[in-house]
């Protein structure tokens, strides 16, 4: 874990997401303390992701402290009229196979598992679920 914060999350690595014109991030803030962020990617979808226009949502990220709050729910309905504003008719995301507490949240929100890869972890090989939701389920 570690070893890929230490790349992942590097400044140099921030600056240049921050720069990438693929990249659009989106923040949740309350009295200037961040706490929380999501990260979608316009690329190449995973090659299980079969909805029309996709978007990737990279990350979405909740301080410990917020979990509970509604935040995560405010960050995913702000990433689903991101993709909608932008044009895209999916989203997709990876998430580790483990993270039960993650895969329900995705569930709730309309996302099925459609793939899977492998994600390094330093040295120690990962399975993520592929999860996409169509933007017209609604």
């Not at 914060?5 to 693929?22: K, N």
């Not at 996709?54 to 979990?67: H, T, W």
């Not at 405010?74 to 993709?83: D, G, V």
Request: glycine share 10%; aromatic share 10%; hydrophobic share 45%.
């Amino acid at each position: 874990m570690e070893a890929y914060l230490s790349v992942a999350f590097a400044p140099g690595q921030i600056v240049a997401e921050l720069a990438d014109e693929t990249n659009t991030f989106l923040v949740a803030t309350a009295a200037g303390t961040l706490n929380g962020y999501a990260k979608l990617r316009r690329a190449t979808p995973d090659d299980s992701v079969t909805g029309p226009a996709p978007i990737e949502i990279e990350r979405i990220y909740v301080d410990n402290s917020a979990i509970g709050t509604g935040l995560g729910a405010m960050l995913m309905e702000a990433c689903l009229a991101e993709a909608r504003t932008t044009g895209h008719a999916a989203v997709w995301l990876g998430v580790w196979e483990r993270n039960r507490r993650a895969i329900g949240f995705y569930e709730r929100w309309g996302f099925r598992r459609v793939g899977e890869h492998a994600f390094l972890l330093g040295s120690s090989e990962q399975i993520d679920w592929i999860m996409e939701r169509k933007l017209d389920q609604e």
